[in-house]
């Protein structure tokens, strides 16, 4: 069935999904954004995420994709804002969970806030986020 996610860039309107790898994604898009290289452009920085999600399969012809739309079947989104003003946001797709970090700095470091569906916000970091918060 597979494990799908896709990465959103949001000035572009860019998506990367991979079919198997949603408990990844995170670590992969952390990789990736923690180079330090071009987070102000957002055409760069997205060929620099999708090379560290494709870099074990560079030659495959199945399990990632670039596209112009949200699949419906995705378990995790992971939307990625660019420039000075830059975040990311982590969204479970079942429950409706949100990681929120305000800049591409913090998401590196893994600080952020947790937004339940309810409405309720707990400060968040990746301890909290391993022992059971999020997905």
């Not at 495959?60 to 699949?71: D, E, L």
């Not at 470091?109 to 409405?119: A, D, F, L, Q, V």
Request: aromatic share 12%; glycine share 12%; hydrophobic share 30%.
């Amino acid at each position: 069935m597979g494990s799908r996610a896709q990465v959103y860039m949001k000035d572009t309107g860019v998506y990367l999904y991979t079919h198997w790898d949603s408990g990844r994604l995170k670590g992969i898009v952390q990789k990736a954004i923690a180079r330090m290289e071009r987070w102000d452009d957002e055409e760069y920085l997205t060929r620099i995420i999708f090379s560290e999600m494709i870099k074990d399969n560079i030659e495959g012809a199945t399990g990632y994709g670039i596209g112009c739309s949200k699949h419906g079947d995705i378990e995790l989104l992971i939307t990625v804002k660019c420039d000075s003003d830059g975040y990311v946001i982590v969204k479970d797709m079942y429950t409706n969970e949100r990681e929120i970090y305000s800049s591409l700095n913090e998401f590196i470091k893994g600080s952020c806030y947790i937004e339940r569906p309810n409405g309720d916000s707990i400060p968040g970091d990746e301890e909290t986020f391993n022992d059971g918060i999020g997905w």
